[in-house]
C-alpha cells in the first residue's frame, strides 16, 4: 500500500513556521495585555468609587444625610464587603454581572454602627476593552501576515538557491561536468547552500578524476593489445586451412574488433572527437549505405533533406544500429528516413527494461533473449557517435499493432535525431543571428 506523500516547497514550510510562532507569541501577549489592562482598569475604578465614598462621607458627617448617591445600610451590600464591615475596615468591591458590566462598589463604616455604601456600573471598561480587543486582534492578524511575508522572502531566496543548485547538479549527472554547482547558486550572503554545493562539486570533480583515470587505463590497455592481437591476427593467417584454423581466425579477429570498438570508446568519452562535415542528401545516403550492408533490409524515404553532417560517423551509426537489430532482434528490419529523423526497426523482442531506462551501457547487455551475449558496446559507440554529430539517439520497443509500448512484443526501433544546425569544429553550435 503507497503512503500518501504530500510535496510542499522549502518557502511555505518557513512560511508557514514562522506564521504559526508570530501567531503563538501574538495570541499570548493579546492575553496577557488583556488581562493586565482590565485589572488595571478595574483597580482604578476601586480608587475613584473609594475617593467619591470618602468625599460623600465627609458631607454627611456635616449634613448627616447620604449624598452622591450614597446609601445607608445598603440591603443589597455585597456578602463579603459586609463582612469587612463587620470588622470595622473600609473596603471596595467587584461584582461581576450577567450583562458583562460590573458593579463597582465601596463602602465605610460609620462612628454610630451605621454603613455608607457607594456603587455603580463601570460601563467604560467593556466599550475601552472591546476597543482593546479589537485593536489586538489587528495587531495579531498583522504580525502573522508580516511573518508570513517575512518566511515568503526568506524560504523564496532559499528555495532558489536551492533550485539552482539542483538544476545544476541534474546538468552534472547529464554529463556536463563543466557545471559548477557553487558558481549557479551565486549570492551574496553565504549560508549551508554553499557548503552543499562546494561538497557537490568536490564529489564531481573526484567522480571526473576516476572516470578520467578509467578512461585512460582502458585506453591504455586497449592500446597495448593491438599490437599483440593484430600479430596474432597475422599468424593466424599462416596456419594451414582447416576447421580448427577457422576458429582461430574468427576468434582473433573477433578480439580485434573488441579492442578497436574499447579503443573507439575511450576516445568519444575524452570528448576531442570533432565532426568533418559535408552537405549529404540524408535520404539517398541512407540508402546507399544500407544496401551495401545488407541488401535485404526494407528502406522507406518518406522525405528526403539535405543536412550537414560527418558521413563516416553518419555510417558508423547505421551499421552499428544495423548490426544490433540483426544480432539482437528478429526479422523483417526496416529502415525509414523522415526529414532530419532515420528510424531503424526489427521485429524481435525489443530493447530490455534496463536499456530504455538508462540507456546503452558498455560490457552490458541486458535481457538473454535480446542481448545475453556480445560486449554491449556497439549501441554505446553509436550513442557517442550522435553526440559528436549533435544528434540525439533514443531506443523505444513497439507494441504488435505498432504503437509505442513497453511489452517488448512488436520489435525495437531505434530513431537518430539529426540536429537542424550541425555543431561547429570545436563541438559547440554556431550562434543563429536572426533578422532585424
Not at 470588622?87 to 463604616?109: I, K, L, M, N, Y
Not at 551509426?317 to 531503424?344: M, Y
Not at 513497439?398 to 539529426?418: C, F, K
Request: charged share 25%.
Amino acid at each position: 500500500m503507497k503512503r500518501l506523500t504530500l510535496r510542499t516547497g522549502v518557502r511555505w514550510k518557513i512560511s508557514i513556521a514562522i506564521a504559526a510562532v508570530g501567531a503563538l507569541v501574538a495570541v499570548a501577549l493579546s492575553l496577557v495585555v488583556h488581562n493586565s489592562a482590565r485589572v488595571s482598569m478595574l483597580d482604578n475604578s476601586r480608587e475613584v468609587q473609594m475617593e467619591r465614598l470618602l468625599f460623600a462621607e465627609r458631607m454627611y458627617e456635616s449634613t448627616k444625610e447620604p449624598r452622591l448617591g450614597t446609601k445607608l445600610n445598603d440591603p443589597t451590600l455585597p456578602r463579603d464587603l459586609r463582612a469587612k464591615m463587620n470588622q470595622g475596615r473600609r473596603a471596595t468591591h467587584v461584582q461581576e454581572t450577567a450583562s458583562g458590566v460590573p458593579d463597582v462598589w465601596a463602602a465605610v463604616p460609620l462612628s454610630n454602627g451605621t454603613v455608607l455604601s457607594l456603587h455603580s456600573k463601570f460601563a467604560d471598561s467593556t466599550t475601552i476593552m472591546k476597543d482593546l480587543d479589537r485593536s489586538l486582534i489587528i495587531g495579531s492578524v498583522s504580525v502573522v501576515f508580516g511573518g508570513c511575508a517575512l518566511g515568503v522572502l526568506i524560504g523564496g531566496q532559499l528555495s532558489r538557491r536551492l533550485r539552482r543548485a539542483a538544476a545544476a547538479a541534474g546538468r552534472v549527472a547529464q554529463g556536463n561536468t563543466e557545471v559548477r554547482v557553487g558558481d549557479a547558486v551565486g549570492g551574496v550572503v553565504r549560508d549551508e547552500t554553499d557548503d552543499l554545493a562546494r561538497a557537490v562539486d568536490a564529489l564531481t570533480d573526484a567522480l571526473n578524476e576516476r572516470i578520467e583515470a578509467e578512461r585512460r587505463v582502458t585506453a591504455d590497455i586497449a592500446h597495448e593489445l593491438r599490437t599483440p592481437v593484430t600479430g596474432l591476427l597475422t599468424a593466424a593467417e599462416l596456419l594451414p586451412p582447416g576447421r580448427p584454423t577457422e576458429l582461430v581466425r574468427d576468434r582473433a579477429q573477433a578480439m580485434r574488433t573488441l579492442v578497436e570498438d574499447v579503443l573507439e570508446v575511450a576516445r568519444l568519452d575524452s570528448a576531442s572527437e570533432r565532426a568533418e562535415l559535408q552537405e549529404i542528401a540524408l535520404g539517398e545516403f541512407v540508402a546507399r549505405r544500407v544496401g551495401v550492408l545488407n541488401p535485404a533490409i526494407k528502406i522507406k524515404v518518406v522525405h528526403d533533406s539535405w543536412v550537414s553532417t560527418d558521413p563516416r560517423r553518419l555510417e558508423r551509426i547505421l551499421g552499428n544500429l544495423l548490426a544490433n537489430a540483426a544480432k539482437h532482434g528478429g526479422t523483417p528490419v526496416e529502415v525509414t528516413v523522415e526529414g532530419r529523423v532515420v528510424r531503424v526497426r526489427d521485429h524481435g523482442p525489443g530493447f530490455p527494461d534496463a536499456l530504455l531506462r538508462e540507456g546503452p551501457s558498455r560490457f552490458r547487455t541486458g535481457a538473454t533473449d535480446r542481448a545475453g551475449h556480445g560486449h554491449g558496446l556497439g549501441l554505446t559507440i553509436a550513442a557517442g557517435q550522435a553526440r559528436v554529430l549533435g544528434a540525439r539517439l533514443t531506443f523505444r520497443n513497439a507494441s504488435p499493432e505498432g504503437i509505442e509500448g513497453r511489452d517488448g512484443s512488436g520489435g525495437a526501433i531505434a530513431v537518430l535525431w539529426l540536429p537542424e544546425h550541425a555543431p561547429t569544429t570545436t563541438g559547440s553550435f554556431p550562434i543563429l543571428r536572426l533578422p532585424g
